[in-house]
């Protein structure tokens, strides 16, 4: 239990300092300029994330990305069995969509989309998603096509064994994905961002 504890902390560590590297890498690659706007999405904007996916929801019905074309969307990647990290993100989006006008959150999808597939079949994700927003959509699949679309989102994952346990848990990236209706990202929230920053980050770019 407590060599668990270490190995998630550490990975934890590894994917907040290796996450903004890679994005820094992308942003490094374009003409820097000089902009006024202190939002929190900011420096992650136009980076190339997210792409085409065929996943399956907590009603058993296959879902595609065209299917939420036109719609802003907040998405979240984790697992269903995660202990802490997980719900508290996915609260935090509950909360968002309660913080935004009625108008703005009608406009906003949120997506839950699971790293663990093979436990987090339709039918545990049906139980799961009852506990957030009543709009939350939660999508799960082959492990092949979790694959494909954790590749799109470059989220990182991984099975972790402890042998004092008798059941695995999984180490992931943590952030929360604002895609714009033509799925390009708008933001990404970090674990320290509280519904209010993304309340109003949101608000600022939806305006535009
Ligand atoms: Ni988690």
Redesign the pocket.
Known sequence: MKILKIIQIIAIILVLIALPLAFGYYQGTKTQEAKPDNSVASPMAGVAIGGPYTLIDQDGQVRTDEDFKGEYKLIYF??SY?PA??PTELQKMTAVMAQLTPELAAQIQPIFISVDPERDTPESLKGYMILFHERFIGLTGTSEQIDAVKKAYRVYSRKVQDETMSDYTVD?S?YIYFMGPDDQLLGMYRIKDTPMDITKDIMGLMKD
Request: charged residues 0%.
């Open positions: 984790g697992f995660c990290i997980c992931h943590s």
